[in-house]
């Protein structure tokens, strides 16, 4: 099996073990062949990502899905970024590997990973296209993140952090 990890970064020689914070084991991240589709857009982009799950309903799947096997939502403020950006997916032996989160398709390694080979990504939106997944574009993803964090579908909020505030006005 190979893995993945997706960076804005050329030319990265060895993956080696970082912290995400101060009191976590070092670690290198990738990704599976599935969960792919959800990292070919810049690192810091705010997603909602979803798909249907082993417990997804007839009706979450019409209501968010419609004919599509999944799907990768971003904000309106990040298109041209994406468009624009250059990425470079990385492939990995996994023979160092465990499965961290099978949801999420995350696998990680404590030692250092040489990749096997990399892959210059120039046009990510069509990428994400050609792997079956249907692109949303919204202006805020506020309420679909909180409606598919409802729902009976597989998900994945990514860099929520960078998300654009729900603006509200009082009458």
Known sequence: MILFHVSEEPE?????????????????WAIDEE???????PRDCPRVTYSAGPRTTEDD????LGSSAAVLAIETGWLDRVRSCRL???HLPSDTFELADECAGYFVSRVPVKPLRVQVIDD???VVLMRGVEVRVQPNLEALRDAVMASTLAFSIIRWRNATPLVTTRS
């Open 61 to 64: 799947r019409e209501r968010f």
């Open 88 to 90: 470079y997916c990385y």
């Open 35 to 41: 969960h792919l589709r959800n990292y070919l857009v």
């Open 12 to 28: 990265i020689e060895e993956f080696e073990p970082r912290r995400a914070t101060a009191n976590d084991d070092p670690l290198v």
């Open 124 to 126: 990510p939106l069509s």
